[in-house]
C-alpha cells in the first residue's frame, strides 16, 4: 500500500511537472502545488529552477498564507521577485488576452507652430512647441477600463550605469525608470490626431517674445490614481478615458547624456 502511493505520488509530480513544463511559476502554480501535496523541498526546487513571475503585495501574500504556503517558501518568492525588478522595468498594461505587456517608448519629433503669426503680431499669439508620434493609431490597444503598472528600479542609477559604462545593456532605451521613483514624475495627456497628416500631437511648451515656458501645462495634464503594490512597483489607475489616443511623458529631470524624445503612447479602444 505504501508503494503504491508513493507511486501515484511520484505519478502525479510527473504529470504536473509536464503540465507545467513550458510555463512560467506564479503564485497559483505555488498554490497548486502546495494543494497536491508537495513538500516545501519539491516547490523551492521548482521555483529555483523555473522562470517566475510572481505577485507580492499585501493581498497576493495573504493569499498565499491563507493557501497553506509556508513562511520559507514565500521568503523565496519575495527573493525571486526583487531579483526579476531590473528586467522588468517599465510600464504595463493588460491586452485583451489578459497579458501583461510593455508600453514601449515612441519616438517624437518636436515643430514649432504660429511662428509666422507671432512675428506679424508683435509676439501677442505664442508659439506652440509640439510632439508628433508617428500614425494616427498607437500600437499598445486597451479595451475598456485602462490600468496600469508601473516598475522602477532607483537602486541602480542612470548615472551610475553611464559611469561604469553598463548604460547600452542595462537600460539604454529604459532610462526613465532608473531615473524616476515613482508615478509622479510622469504626466498623462491625450493626443490630438491628425487624420490627414497621419500623426497624433501634443503641446509641449510655448513662447513669445516677452517668455518661454517648457513642458505640459497643467491644464492639459489627465488625473490618474496610484497605489503602491511594492516600494519600486505602482499600479496606475486614470480617472476616465474615453476611446482615444494617450501617452504618459516623463516630466521629470533629464540625465545628462540622454533625450526625452520618447512618450509612452496607447489607444483605448
Given at each position: 500500500?505504501?508503494?503504491?502511493?508513493?507511486?501515484?505520488?511520484?505519478?502525479?509530480?510527473?504529470?504536473?511537472?509536464?503540465?507545467?513544463?513550458?510555463?512560467?511559476?506564479?503564485?497559483?502554480?505555488?498554490?497548486?502545488?502546495v494543494e497536491l501535496g508537495f513538500d516545501?523541498?519539491?516547490?523551492?526546487?521548482?521555483?529555483?529552477?523555473?522562470?517566475?513571475?510572481?505577485?507580492?503585495?499585501?493581498?497576493?501574500?495573504?493569499?498565499?498564507?491563507?493557501?497553506?504556503?509556508?513562511?520559507?517558501?514565500?521568503?523565496l518568492i519575495l527573493e525571486k521577485s526583487k531579483?526579476?525588478?531590473?528586467?522588468?522595468?517599465?510600464?504595463?498594461?493588460?491586452n485583451d488576452d489578459g497579458e501583461s505587456k510593455l508600453v514601449q517608448p515612441t519616438v517624437f519629433s518636436g515643430s514649432s507652430?504660429?511662428?509666422?503669426?507671432?512675428?506679424?503680431?508683435?509676439?501677442?499669439?505664442?508659439?506652440?512647441?509640439?510632439?508628433?508620434?508617428?500614425?494616427?493609431?498607437?500600437?499598445?490597444?486597451i479595451s475598456g477600463?485602462?490600468?496600469?503598472?508601473?516598475?522602477?528600479?532607483?537602486?541602480?542609477t542612470e548615472v551610475d550605469n553611464l559611469q561604469t559604462g553598463q548604460g547600452q545593456q542595462a537600460g539604454f532605451y529604459n532610462w526613465w525608470f532608473r531615473t524616476a521613483s515613482n508615478p509622479n514624475?510622469?504626466?498623462?495627456?491625450?493626443?490630438?490626431?491628425?487624420?490627414?497628416?497621419?500623426?497624433?500631437?501634443?503641446?509641449?511648451?510655448?513662447?513669445?517674445?516677452?517668455?518661454?515656458?517648457e513642458g505640459i501645462d497643467p491644464k492639459y495634464a489627465l488625473e490618474f490614481s496610484i497605489e503602491e503594490i511594492e516600494g519600486n512597483k505602482f499600479k496606475v489607475i486614470p480617472a476616465n478615458?474615453?476611446?482615444?489616443e494617450y501617452a504618459f511623458i516623463y516630466q521629470g529631470q533629464v540625465p545628462q547624456g540622454r533625450s526625452n524624445q520618447s512618450v509612452f503612447d496607447f489607444s483605448v479602444r
Open positions: 500500500m505504501k508503494k503504491l502511493k508513493c507511486l501515484t505520488t511520484l505519478l502525479v509530480l510527473l504529470i504536473f511537472n509536464i503540465a507545467i513544463a513550458q510555463e512560467t511559476i506564479t503564485n497559483q502554480a505555488v498554490i497548486e502545488m516545501d523541498y519539491l516547490i523551492i526546487d521548482k521555483i529555483n529552477t523555473s522562470d517566475v513571475k510572481f505577485e507580492t503585495s499585501i493581498a497576493a501574500l495573504s493569499k498565499l498564507k491563507k493557501a497553506g504556503v509556508s513562511s520559507e517558501i514565500m521568503s531579483q526579476n525588478t531590473k528586467s522588468k522595468t517599465g510600464i504595463y498594461y493588460l507652430n504660429n511662428k509666422v503669426a507671432q512675428k506679424l503680431v508683435s509676439g501677442l499669439i505664442n508659439s506652440k512647441q509640439k510632439a508628433r508620434l508617428p500614425k494616427t493609431r498607437s500600437n499598445n490597444v477600463n485602462a490600468e496600469f503598472t508601473f516598475i522602477f528600479d532607483p537602486s541602480t514624475e510622469f504626466v498623462l495627456v491625450k493626443l490630438t490626431v491628425k487624420e490627414k497628416k497621419n500623426l497624433r500631437e501634443v503641446i509641449t511648451g510655448k513662447s513669445s517674445w516677452v517668455s518661454s515656458s478615458l474615453p476611446p482615444g
